[in-house]
Each structure stands twice: as C-alpha cells, then as structure tokens.
C-alpha cells in the first residue's frame, strides 16, 4: 500500500522555466512533509519541508505547497537550472504529538531533467 | 556531505550469507533510521533508533536486525541473505527522535548474487 505517491517517474524542462514535481498521499494522519533531491551515488538531501498547518513554504527558487484537502503537494522550481537535474522524492511524517516515531514514508521519486 | 558516514560502499555476496553494514551519524544526532532502496522503488523504512534504544519499526523482515551502540554508531545485520535483498541500504540521521529532517549517508549497494 503506497501511501505516498509520485506518479510521474520523469519530467523534462527547459532551463529557466518552472519545473513543478507532484506528490499525493493517502494517510489523513500525515502532517509534516519533505523533500529531498538525490544525485546519483549520493544519499538523499533535504530540500524543503511544510507543516500541515501550513500551505506554503518557500527557499530561494524553492517553494512547496501543501493542499491538504487534496491530501497534494507540490514543488515549484523557478528558474530550473540544469544542476537540479535529480531525482526527487517526496516524504511524509506524522508528528509527534500522536507519541509515534518520526520514520518517513518516502515515494518512489520522480526523475527532474533540466535541459539547455 | 552530510556528515553521516556507511561503510562499505559496496558489498558483493552469495545467498544464504550473512553481512553487516556500519553507520555513523552526525556529530550530535541522536536518531538513526535505516532504509532499503531496492531497484525503482522508494525509500522504505526499516528500523528507528534514539540514544541506543530501538523508537519504530517499518517493514523490516525477521532476517534483519539492527542496534545502536553507546557511541551511537549503528549497525544492521542482514541474514540468510536472498536474491531479493540486494538494494542500496541508507542510514539516516537526526538531532531528535521527532520529525525533522533526517540526514542521509551516502548508502551501502548490496548485491546478492
């Protein structure tokens, strides 16, 4: 049961344009959420995060928004740059005021391609 | 480079064997998490750790175990290794047991051949 989901494996877009990644999620009792890019033979980074209370965060060319009615979020990138060619994977947590651990349930990634 | 060490890089074995893969977190951080990246899929959590003491578990199977030490380093233990279990193996670290970002290690490829 994929409880976060990313269903686009791959996007292209040109350099200087706005790459938007999507991710969707299942589980109602999720409420903090992460980003984090991957470069090839490298670990996860983070990137950005977003607290279910609220609908948008924003870091320099990066700002994600959370519609937690959808139970969506997304990540703008603008202006993409060719370095931000990764893959990108979306995260979800639920707080700790439930007394649960903070284990992350990741989805499966979707491959950013930035061209000239 | 996120201060989160594993060794080794690579390891190469045969089913039925068994292996043990080292993390390191950050200096400071007291949660370890471990996660399996098998071919096209996402992260899937496996087993939390704060302080030495053992906080959630994923879908991690009977075969595998882990701990963290007093120094805080941890280890996971993979037995009666399968065909199925080859898959990049990351370790993740954090300052608390509680969500914030995790910082990962640059992951340990197993293969079983």
């Known amino acids: 049961d994929q409880q976060v989901k990313q269903n686009s494996p791959s996007l292209r877009v040109q350099e200087g344009r ?19 890019k991957k470069y090839p033979a490298e670990g996860p980074t983070f990137l950005i995060s977003i607290s279910s209370i609220k609908d948008k965060n924003e870091d320099g060319r990066f700002t994600v928004f959370l519609n937690k009615s959808a139970k969506h979020l997304s ?3 603008v202006p993409s740059q060719p370095g931000d060619s990764a893959v990108y994977f979306c995260a979800a947590s639920v707080g700790p005021r439930t007394g649960t651990a903070s284990k992350l349930t990741f989805g499966t990634g979707t491959r950013l391609q930035v061209t000239l | 480079d996120s201060g989160v060490t ?8 045969a089913t039925g064997q068994r292996v043990t893969l ?10 370890v998490y471990w996660y399996q990246q098998s ?3 996402g992260l899937q959590f496996l087993i939390q750790y704060y302080n030495g003491e053992e906080r959630a578990k994923g879908n991690i199977l009977e075969r595998f175990s882990a701990q963290q030490f007093p ?3 941890s280890e996971l233990n993979l037995s009666s290794l399968e065909l199925g279990d080859s898959a990049l ?3 993740a670290s954090s300052e608390t047991g509680f969500p914030d970002t995790q910082y990962f290690g640059p992951g340990t490829r197993l293969t079983v051949l």
Request: proline share 4%.
């Open chain 2, 22 to 31: 080292r993390c390191s977190p950050r200096s400071g951080d007291l949660s």
């Open chain 2, 89 to 91: 193996y990351f370790c």
């Open chain 2, 71 to 73: 120094d805080l380093h």
């Open chain 2, 39 to 41: 071919l096209d899929q």
């Open chain 1, 75 to 77: 990540l703008h990138i």
């Open chain 1, 18 to 36: 706005i790459s938007i990644l999507n991710c969707d999620y299942t589980n109602s009792m999720f409420d903090y959420f992460l980003w984090y």
């Open chain 2, 6 to 13: 594993q060794t080794p890089k690579h390891l190469i074995t």
